[in-house]
């Protein structure tokens, strides 16, 4: 088995030690232009050159959840692409999630803006009830984060392509079920993967279909978001505010409005990162299931894009 490893703004020894570490028996290689050619690939937003020269691949591993910027290029006709599911992820995003929702719900922003005025202030205990949160996806990572902050006891509502049961979860599903899940929504998740369904479905029209004093939480892809008309429903106070992880432009332009709206938080692309150790184990262990003939969790559907 011969592996080829590509992957932009990733520190490529370590990866390679671990990679052969786990498959002792493969021959893992760093690629450059020109390369032999390989049965299968590990990549993180690669180049067109590199599938033009192996398009010979029968898998194509890549280190994220995320396909969409690998689905823009021409890829090998019979690879199976192969994403990461969950290693590690969905408890990161959990986390990122469940704080961001409760910093909302119990003002620790204004907690924070007190302490700088050395001001000791109640601010009145407000009812989960009237902060219901909608996931939109219910995927790995979306079913992970309903389950946590349904353990805070938030009502939860979750909105996915097919029809989905889970506990402690209001379940909703397709274009039918989209306005009913908006309306029964306060908070709003974003936890879709980009497709030409979901480009733009954070908008006016379906941000004001949220409950008044709406907060909209962006851990997806920042091109799911219309940025102009967030700003506007903030502004006309709608929404009373956003944390937003993901951005159609990366790094987050210095001139762009979110860095210094008073109502907005912005983290780095940084809610759930890929960890090596765990990404190494799912990669070596799928690998394996492929060679055995067996099916293996989080290969794309192309035509679906994702
Ligand atoms: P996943 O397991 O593939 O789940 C995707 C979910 O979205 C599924 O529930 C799917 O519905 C639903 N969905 C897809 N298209 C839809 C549509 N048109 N209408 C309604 N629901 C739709 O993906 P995942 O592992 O949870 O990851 C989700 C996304 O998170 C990734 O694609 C990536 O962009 C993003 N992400 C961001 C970070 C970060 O650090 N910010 C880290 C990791 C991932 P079905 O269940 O019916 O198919
Ligand atoms: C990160 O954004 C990922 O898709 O894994």
């Not at 765990?278 to 299931?289: D, N, P």
Request: charged fraction near 20%; proline fraction near 6%; aromatic fraction near 8%.
């Amino acid at each position: 088995m011969r592996i080829t490893f590509c992957c932009t703004d990733t520190a490529s020894e370590p990866w390679l030690q671990g990679l052969r570490a786990a498959l002792p028996d493969a021959q893992i290689t760093l690629w450059s232009a020109g390369a032999p050619a390989a049965d299968c690939a590990v990549v993180w937003a690669p180049s067109q050159q590199f599938f033009d020269e192996q398009p010979q691949l029968q898998a194509v591993f890549n280190i994220g959840a995320g396909v969409d910027a690998l689905l823009k290029l021409q890829l090998p006709p019979n690879a199976k692409i192969v994403r990461l599911d969950d290693a590690g992820m969905s408890v990161q995003m959990a986390e990122y999630v469940c704080h961001a929702v409760i910093r909302h719900f119990r003002e620790f922003d204004g907690y924070e803006a007190d302490t700088r005025q050395g001001k000791w202030s109640f601010r009145k205990p407000r009812a989960r009830a009237d902060f219901p949160v909608g996931i939109m996806g219910l995927g790995v990572l979306g079913e992970r984060v309903a389950r946590a902050l349904s353990q805070f006891e938030f009502p939860v509502n979750g909105w996915s392509r097919s029809p989905k049961a889970a506990e402690g979860v209001r379940c909703f599903s397709g274009a039918d079920g989209f306005k009913d899940f908006l309306a029964a929504s306060r908070v709003l998740v974003c936890l879709l993967p980009l497709t030409a369904d979901t480009r733009d479905i954070m908008n006016r029209k379906t941000l004001s279909q949220l409950q008044p004093g709406g907060y909209v939480i962006n851990v997806a892809r920042g091109a799911h978001l219309v940025d102009e008309d967030l700003l506007a429903l903030l502004d006309s106070g709608h929404l009373g505010g956003a944390t937003l992880d993901v951005f159609r432009s990366e790094p987050l332009p210095a001139e762009h409005p979110f860095w210094k709206h008073p109502k907005v938080t912005v983290t780095p692309h940084t809610s759930a990162r890929t960890l090596r150790s765990e990404s190494i184990a799912q990669i070596a262990g799928k690998l394996a299931a492929l060679q055995r003939g067996e099916a293996v969790a989080g290969v794309v559907d192309r035509g679906q894009g994702y």
